[in-house]
């Protein structure tokens, strides 16, 4: 089992798309996620990431009152607007991201028309976004996880997949901040003023391409074997590595882009 590296504490699981490209589906969750949630493997690998940990399955499941400790200043309808914004945020996001893992297999004539393909094959080669949520834990218990979300591609054989990098943030944003800001539109800000935070963090992570690139092929190739054969564009069109030292992120040109995150190309 590859955990992670031991010079960070942080999370992660491993995503791939699926087969409509509308979701986020957990290949992997590491052993530090399983701790974390009170799930096995076998119960996560599979399931739809966002419904099993965070808000998206908090507005389908409904949430125990008794386990929203720290939010006495919100009324109920706030609450539920708050949750119920970050579900819908959530799935743009996962809905773009799964769209971008699924387009990976698309030929270059073939794609879209909308949009350039050298941007589209671009993207697809290393993307980088952060956002917050409230995530679950099987006793019911809720947090304020801060998640970066790296879309990358196996580096010689071209299966597309997106990282999924875990923290708890319940100490800087507090559940109550977090759901006021969604239930009053102001969750983009939010995010925004995390960006120095993030950036810390992945400093902190400390792994540059060749180390990255190593460790991505790793688990891919432990966890995930995808339905379709290998892409035939592979060996041409090779994805680029991510130096998360270097990474400065960036904003959306526009709050409509995604409402919850910040997209800065790799």
């Not at 493997?41 to 720290?70: C, N, P, S, T």
């Not at 019911?140 to 875990?166: D, K, N, Y």
Request: proline share 4%; aromatic share 6%; charged share 20%.
């Amino acid at each position: 089992m590859i955990e992670e590296p031991k010079r960070h504490q942080s999370r992660f699981c491993l995503l791939r798309s699926n087969f409509s490209g509308k979701t986020l589906i957990t290949a992997l969750a590491s052993n530090a996620v399983q701790r974390r949630s009170g799930y096995r493997a076998a119960h996560i690998h599979g399931k739809r990431y966002g419904e099993l940990f965070g808000a998206m399955g908090l507005a389908k499941d409904g949430v125990d009152m008794a386990m929203m400790r720290g939010t006495s200043p919100l009324t109920p309808d706030v609450m539920k607007a708050g949750i119920v914004n970050l579900r819908d945020s959530y799935a743009s996001l996962e809905r773009n991201l799964a769209e971008l893992l699924c387009r990976r297999w698309e030929a270059p004539q073939t794609a879209n028309s909308s949009g350039t393909c050298a941007s589209k094959q671009c993207l697809t080669q290393g993307m980088l976004t952060f956002t917050l949520d409230l995530h679950r834990n099987r006793n019911g218990e809720l947090h304020v996880c801060e998640q970066v979300l790296i879309a990358q591609r196996h580096s010689t054989l071209g299966w597309p997949f997106v990282l999924a990098f875990q923290r708890d943030v319940d100490e800087e944003v507090p559940k109550s901040q977090l759901l006021q800001a969604a239930a009053s539109d102001q969750l983009f800000h939010l995010v925004q003023s995390r960006a120095g935070a993030v950036q810390q963090w992945l400093l902190e992570l400390s792994m540059g391409p060749s180390e990255a690139a190593a460790w991505f092929d790793q688990l891919v190739m432990q966890c995930w074997q995808p339905q379709h054969c290998a892409s035939p564009f592979a060996a041409r069109d090779q994805p680029g590595t991510l130096d998360i030292r270097q990474q400065r992120l960036q904003s959306p040109t526009s709050e409509d882009v995604y409402d919850q995150t910040t997209l800065a190309g790799l």
